[in-house]
């Protein structure tokens, strides 16, 4: 069974930076293009950045491109994704998943995935 364990998310003031992390147990995270998605209060799961599985292209939601980087690490074990330049419009629970459209914005996990982690909270706030 796919399991992923999303770390590193705290409280930041805007203009700070985080740097989440994201672990796979039971496969091998670099196999996949795998995706960063968020979460706010009321609102839809979005899909914010994502790096392909052979070539390691990025691609990053309008919202985040220019201060969010997402890359593999580690050895190509974990998949990361830097925040920085935060705003308070960045504070939702962060979560790391495959994606299946992962391409000029386009950042979508499998139809019907459901192994979502608990996901890490990032709170951006003066």
């Known amino acids: 069974q796919m399991q992923l364990v999303e770390s590193g998310g705290g409280l930041v003031q805007p203009g700070g930076s985080l740097k989440l992390s994201c672990a796979g147990s039971g496969f091998t995270l670099n196999n996949f293009a795998m995706g960063w998605y968020r979460q706010a209060p009321g609102k839809q799961r979005e899909g914010v950045a994502c790096i392909s599985s052979s070539t390691d292209e990025t691609t990053y939601a309008d919202a985040v491109k220019g201060r969010f980087t997402i890359f593999r690490d580690n050895a190509d074990t974990t998949v990361s994704l830097q925040l920085n330049s935060l705003k308070p419009e960045d504070t939702a629970v962060y979560y790391c998943?495959?994606?299946?459209?992962?391409?000029?914005?386009?950042?979508?996990?499998?139809?019907?995935?459901?192994?979502w982690g608990q996901g890490t909270q990032v709170t951006v706030s003066s």
């Open positions: 998943a495959p994606s299946v459209n992962c391409w000029a914005g386009q950042i979508s996990p499998p139809a019907g995935y459901h192994d």
